[in-house]
């Protein structure tokens, strides 16, 4: 059975330094690391937009025909610009195989409670609202593998939980989710898995709870986590050397 991902040497020049990562089983994976450290190279790398050698379910996502590249993986960037006035239903219609039944699209609408905004053009939605929309089409598909760049971006606390908790659904369904997110409270909460960026390369893979408290997430980020919350390292140390 092939793995669900193998990157070797995954790459954007200047952006992403060669990196390897292997998904052997279902999982929800975040992705985690201060702003230019990585995340979104590692992500586009990975959707077969950078260097390296990358497979899916064991094959290439470069070069595939565009529906077997839908059911293989759904790339969701951290821009929710809308270009054109399209529908909410037609917006993620295009995020399904042709001849796919349009109730499909109704479906995906449904898990992210947006069936009242169908036939709504997603340029008059709301931020939020028009990010739902464009998870709702990168989830139509149920594709082997999500890469979500900061889904929870512009959402509420609400539909940050109901989300992320749609996203562990996928996977115990077979899918994998790698998920770049910046609220490392609602990673450990709900990830399988984590993958800590710094540098623009990848400096810790393994269990949330143990890389929450690493050596390597304070170096990254310059905080902490004591007594149910997180500090800020320079502060802790400015306080300690004061008389």
Not at 16 to 38: F, K
Not at 72 to 100: H, I, K, M, N, Q
Not at 222 to 242: C, F, K, N, P
């Amino acid at each position: 059975m092939n793995p669900v991902l193998e990157a070797e040497r995954a790459a954007m020049r200047g952006r992403l330094e060669p990196t390897d990562v292997r998904v052997d089983a279902p999982q929800l994976i975040c992705l985690v690391g201060p702003n230019g450290s990585g995340k979104t190279s590692l992500l586009r790398a990975i959707a077969g937009l950078g260097e390296g050698r990358v497979r899916i379910d064991g094959e290439d996502p470069r070069g595939l025909p565009p529906d077997r590249r839908k059911r293989l993986l759904a790339y969701l960037p951290a821009g929710r610009e809308a270009a054109w006035p399209l529908a909410a239903r037609d917006v993620v219609s295009l995020g399904l195989p042709a001849g796919t039944p349009a109730e499909e699209a109704d479906a995906a609408l449904a898990t992210l409670d947006l069936q009242a905004f169908a036939e709504r053009r997603i340029d008059r939605l709301s931020t939020g609202e028009r990010s739902r929309v464009l998870i709702a089409r990168a989830l139509a598909a149920k594709p082997r593998l999500l890469l979500l760049d900061e889904p929870t971006a512009n959402l509420d606390p609400l539909w940050q939980l109901r989300l992320v908790r749609r996203i562990r659904e996928a996977v115990d369904t077979g899918q994998t989710a790698l998920v770049a997110i910046h609220d490392l409270d609602l990673a450990a909460s709900w990830a399988d898995r984590l993958l800590l960026m710094d540098g623009r390369r990848l400096v810790a893979d393994g269990d949330p709870a143990a890389i929450l408290d690493s050596a390597q997430l304070k170096s990254a980020f310059g905080v902490e986590r004591a007594g149910g919350r997180w500090r800020e390292l320079s502060r802790l140390a400015d306080r300690r050397s004061s008389p």
